[in-house]
């Protein structure tokens, strides 16, 4: 919200410059976001030094001035203010200058004689309300110099950011208000015109819960006319147009109490009424902006006899709006059921000032008063006569008294961490107009209707801290620590897996929660995959974020694209992060799965000088998943099998019944869909499948003592057979078997059509004793029979 | 020798022999660099050359001293080849050039976005704290009714909100695990709660619908905003440095009273005014206060037993903030170059 400097002035004195004023305000809770400082609202304005004062021939009051403001000659200039003498130093405005309100000084004829510009009084500069007389300047300068930004006087205007607790400082007196407790500064209310209830006039509500409170003020004889310049400049400060004198007395007390005005034009009021009632279904009103609504009874309009004239506490009608030939006003002050005011403004998508107020709730106590306020201002402008009558109707009376909430002194202190007296704490509410009496352990606060946000006991610590100043509370001793950390062993799980896949390489990185929805069918996911059917946000940004990932695969394979893009040759990573599946778990919540899924793709290695670089493949993703699996401790328990429906080269690890990881190769067609066409593999584990972490501790076990013995073999198999049946008989047969591996695969070729070799490293070791070659022998012969009697096996020699 | 005036200048020259020494990898690397200082052109047969410009009562003490110089620098020499001969007597394990590049895997490293977090998680939890968390997808009554914000109020403005149906909305905010919490745990507790969380905003530099924020409670019978200012300035020096200077604003979150934002001292301009901090020495990085009566009583706890504190910060800011990063969207756009950046283990320790 826009505040001025000047405005402000109008309340409270305030000698700090803008820069202090923002800082100490932010400090005190109304935060400044920032300072605009704008030029003083005048062109053309230059020093003179008057020469000569003559009597205007034609007027008395008038005279003619001899003025050097720099030019050639001197100009002569008409002059009506009583104070001008010859010797005086002036702002005169020359021909072009554009004054205060926008008037522009041409050469021109008064009463006969040519004056060649004008001298100014603060008023035609915009300096003050003060048309009185001309200025006398004291400053130091020569003739013809500009007076543009030498008044020292240039607004300053506050962007501030109100919370929506304090309604009541979406106005100039509240942030005065502030401003005087800060500074222990009193605080001037303005004047009002003298208004009392009574007034005749058919004004109905149908529901005081709707509408608690309505003042309808009367104004005869207007003559509709712009307002003054001090008034245009004021508003334009704040960033509101001026209009004419009736609505911009409306709007000034809207930005100098909060209370939105509304004004209309009393004689086109059917049969001379106002009712406050809801729209009727179907019902039309043409508002301020021109356009036709259509109301529905969750919509509260005023209304006359005849048909609504305004939507309530958020836009008027067009019908009963003021006019250039306007002659009687209703001035209405009210206050509106908020919830009425908001739904209104979403239903018709109509934000303006007066709805943000009402929204925020109105002050039930200064309805009367705002009233009065504009009656005074329009009285004073001279834009018509305000009758002293005003009708008005109120639900209920208890509504505009103080209420008292109390505190207890030393639960105060236990919130701040203080040691402050009850009177020191009465002290510091009433800064703020909380006025406050305290007894003992208790302080009784009398509350104004403006601070509705104050309900009770905490509100008020809350006060108290801020004007006794944050910065003021504060305890020496370090912070004691009764409680101490506990960190999930998942958590510490999930740092380790992180650092584990870091140190292999892999990039980590963070994606979108959001999916698109169309990549369910990118991803190739059928109907009765889970992932197809993900949870629709019902307002999205954007269509492309619509949906919430059932799959990390999606995000990843887009930072794929990006990074393929950006001719990154080996891309590895990984992110761990939650997928969102439909189904509910929880109080009509979806599940929420831990996963961890890592992409490999183009080169696997870098480019370097000792050995070839190599495309990443099956084999890389599947030692990756190995590693991990086997830093989980899962590498015996979790088991590798290709689905029975699975597509493509798409393999799942199962761990117990739960499927704990999928695995392969992204689909060609699918890497195409992202415009990726280098092969992908993949990993995706889900964490929320895992063995409880830092359950089992690993035992220890003796190590054998004795030297291991080493035999290759060599074994040639029909193709049909795989690496898995082979090693699963070996260990099944071997009794000192310490390790396998496999060194050498070879399908085809020299072996001839439907045959492959695999070459083994076995590595025999007792912990009772040193083997000899017999016993190994044994061993060797033992798993060669029994591959030979089940898989055909035989020796391969060369 | 040592403490000899360097009258000629020339005592640097056997420093910077035995650098070059040090820094010959091999014999044939050596030789040149022999040949450079004392080699028949090298530069002390240079500086012999120059005595002929010196007075002749000069010369006898020029002498002595370029020739010590000598001496010294083939004694330098010699201790040098003597090591390096040692090795080249043996196998040539580096395929004759070990300034090749070693043999690399990949460099991998931790989403900039999590280091900050894990750098964040070890400070809260040296100092007592504990690790809450709770589901992205959330009810509103815990998003805003638990926590104090009435159905249709504009508070609630002020979280632009994604929803899933009328009552389930992805959490604008962390703190709806404060009432999850409360409600499975009885008081003394002291929770850190990351996690992401979500604003229907369109994105531009400073905004995403999607970030990373972290939220803290401690509730105890005791815990006051004394205490909480503590335990907040301790953060922030542990993590931005010991000389960091936090400050308290008054401010209004439905959730927590008296509430407030802090700020904490510019660690571009140390407070003097610059461009990030908006010229006003202070950078807001979070939002605090006294968890409000309300609250507790929706989490079935006795506010006139219990106090405590709550506070939020917003991860991504801070990792902008630390690191210069200029546009928010950058973190979830994972260009590896961008990533790279970050992976050096520049982790601030606590208190510098």
């Known amino acids: 919200m826009k505040i001025s400097l000047s405005w402000l002035k109008r309340y409270v004195p305030i000698e700090e410059d803008a820069a202090t004023l923002a800082r100490d305000l932010t400090m005190f809770g109304v935060n400044v976001e920032g300072i605009e400082s704008l030029a003083p609202p005048f062109t053309g304005v230059v020093l003179g030094r008057v020469l000569e004062v003559k009597k205007h021939p034609g007027a008395d009051r008038l005279s003619l001035c001899t003025v050097d403001a720099g030019g050639a000659r001197p100009l002569g200039i008409v002059c009506g203010a009583p104070n001008v003498a010859a010797g005086m130093r002036v702002a005169v405005a020359v021909e072009g200058a554009v004054l205060a309100g926008g008037l522009r000084i041409k050469k021109s004829k008064i009463r006969g004689v040519v004056s060649e510009g004008m001298i100014c009084s603060e008023s035609e500069l915009g300096l003050s309300e003060n048309h009185g007389g001309i200025i006398s300047l004291d400053f130091d300068g020569k003739p013809g110099a500009s007076l543009e930004g030498k008044f020292g006087q240039s607004e300053h205007v506050f962007d501030l950011e109100v919370t929506p607790n304090r309604p009541d400082l979406l106005c100039h007196l509240g942030i005065a208000r502030e401003i005087a407790a800060l500074y222990r500064r009193k605080l001037v209310i303005p004047d009002l015109f003298d208004l009392g209830a009574g007034g005749d006039f058919n004004l109905k509500i149908e529901s005081g819960a709707d509408c608690p409170r309505y003042t309808a003020a009367f104004i005869d004889d207007v003559t509709i006319a712009p307002s003054p310049a001090w008034m245009q400049n004021l508003l334009m400060s704040v960033g509101l147009g001026a209009i004419n004198n009736i609505v911009d007395a409306t709007n000034f007390v809207l930005m100098e109490l909060g209370q939105p005005l509304h004004a209309f034009d009393r004689d086109t009021l059917a049969k001379d009424s106002i009712v406050v009632r809801r729209a009727k279904k179907g019902e039309k009103i043409v508002t301020l902006d021109g356009v036709e609504r259509e109301l529905d009874p969750g919509i509260l309009v005023i209304a006359d006899d005849a048909r609504p004239i305004a939507v309530a506490g958020v836009m008027g009608g067009r019908d009963t709006e003021v006019k250039a030939d306007t002659k009687r006003l209703v001035i209405e002050s009210a206050m509106f059921d908020p919830r009425l005011v908001r739904n209104a403004r979403q239903r018709l998508k109509l934000d303006t000032e007066a709805s943000y107020r009402f929204e925020r709730e109105a002050d039930i106590g200064i309805m009367m008063d705002a009233a009065a306020r504009a009656c005074r201002l329009i009285h004073e402008m001279g834009a018509g006569t305000p009758s002293a009558a005003c009708a008005e109707l109120l639900d209920d009376s208890r509504n505009i008294e103080r209420r008292t909430v109390s505190l207890r002194v030393s639960q105060a202190n236990r919130v701040m961490g203080t040691e402050l007296a009850g009177d020191d704490i009465a002290a510091l509410l009433d800064r703020l107009d909380l006025s406050s009496r305290s007894y003992g352990d208790t302080v009784h606060v009398s509350i104004p209707t403006f601070r509705r946000d104050i309900m009770e006991e905490i509100d008020l610590v809350e006060e108290a801290a801020r004007v006794y100043g944050y910065e003021n509370i504060g305890r020496d001793e370090s912070a004691r620590c009764s409680i101490f950390s506990e960190v999930p062993a998942e958590d510490m799980r999930k740092d380790s897996l992180v650092g584990f896949l870091v140190s292999r390489g892999f990039a980590e990185v963070v994606t979108s929660s959001f999916m698109d929805p169309a990549d369910t069918g990118r991803m190739g996911w059928d109907g009765r995959d889970e992932r197809a059917g993900p949870l629709r946000v019902t307002n999205p940004l954007t269509e492309a974020q619509s949906a919430l990932r059932t799959s990390l695969l999606p995000g990843l394979l887009g930072v794929v694209r990006r990074n393929t893009r950006a001719e990154q040759e080996e891309i590895r990573l990984f992110e761990l992060g939650k997928v969102f599946l439909p189904g509910p778990e929880r109080a009509g919540l979806p599940r929420e799965e831990l996963h961890l899924a890592a992409l490999f793709a183009r080169h696997s290695v870098p480019l370097q000088w000792m050995e070839p670089r190599r495309q990443s493949d099956f084999f890389d993703m599947k030692g990756e998943l190995e590693a991990l699996l086997d830093r989980l401790g899962l590498a015996q328990e979790a088991k590798m099998i290709k689905p029975h429906d699975g597509k493509g080269q798409i393999f799942l690890w199962l761990l117990g019944g739960a499927v704990l990881a999928e695995g392969g190769l992204i689909a060609k067609g699918v890497s195409e869909e992202f415009d990726v066409d280098s092969p992908i593999f993949y990993f995706d584990l889900r964490l929320d499948v895992l063995p409880p972490a830092g359950a089992g501790w690993p035992r220890f076990e003796a190590m054998s003592q004795y030297p291991a013995v080493k035999r290759d073999l060599c074994i040639v198999v029909a193709d049909k057979v795989r690496y898995a049946e082979v090693r699963n008989i070996i260990k099944k047969q071997a009794q000192y078997l310490d390790s396998i591996r496999v060194f050498d695969y070879y399908r085809g070729g020299h072996l001839g059509e439907g045959k492959r070799s695999y070459t083994f490293r076995l590595s025999f070791r007792s912990s009772e004793g040193t083997l000899d070659s017999i016993a190994v022998d044994r061993e060797v012969q033992r798993i060669m029979g029994a591959l030979q009697r089940e898989l055909g096996a035989a020796l391969r020699t060369e | ?352």
Request: proline content about 6%; aromatic content about 12%; overall charge negative.
């Open chain 2, 1 to 352: 020798m040592s403490e000899r005036p360097d009258r000629f200048g020339v005592d640097d020259i056997a420093e910077r022999a035995e650098k070059a020494f040090a820094e010959a990898v091999d014999l044939d690397a050596l030789e040149e660099a022999r040949v450079r200082f004392i080699g028949r052109k090298g530069e002390i047969t240079t500086l012999l050359r120059s005595i002929g410009s010196l007075p002749n009562e000069e010369r006898p003490a020029f002498g002595d001293l370029v020739n010590d110089l000598r001496e010294r620098i083939l004694g330098l020499y010699e201790r040098r080849k003597g090591a390096l001969s040692e090795g080249a007597a043996e196998e040539d394990y580096f395929s004759g050039d070990p300034t090749l590049p070693g043999r690399r895997v990949l460099l991998g490293g931790r989403h900039v976005l999590h280091q900050v977090l894990r750098d964040i998680k070890r400070i809260f939890f040296g100092m007592g704290y504990s690790l809450a968390e709770g589901p992205d997808v959330e009810l509103d009554y815990y998003n805003f009714e638990a926590l104090n914000f009435p159905p249709d109020h504009p508070s609630r403005d002020t979280q632009d909100t994604f929803y899933i149906d009328r009552d389930i909305l992805l959490r604008t905010q962390t703190s709806p695990v404060q009432v999850r919490y409360m409600e499975k745990h009885k008081p003394p507790l002291r929770i850190i709660v990351p996690g992401r969380v979500y604003r229907n905003e369109s994105p531009d530099p400073s905004h995403a619908s999607e970030f990373l924020q972290m939220e803290g409670l401690y509730v105890d019978r005791n815990v006051s905003l004394a205490d909480l200012r503590n335990d907040m300035t301790y953060f922030v020096r542990a993590f931005f440095g010991s000389d960091a200077k936090v400050r308290f604003r008054p401010h209004f979150f439905p959730f927590t009273e008296p509430s407030a934002e802090a700020d904490m001292s510019c660690f571009a301009c140390r407070g003097s005014g610059c461009s990030i901090c908006g010229r006003t020495g202070w950078i807001e990085i979070m939002g605090a206060g006294m968890v409000h009566p309300h609250v507790f009583r929706n989490a079935g706890y006795d506010p006139d037993a219990y106090t405590g504190f709550a506070f939020g910060l917003g991860l991504d800011r801070i990792a902008m903030l630390k690191y210069g990063i200029d546009d928010i969207r950058r973190l979830l756009a994972n260009d590896l170059r961008f990533l790279r950046q970050f992976w050096a283990e520049t982790a601030g320790e606590v208190f510098e």
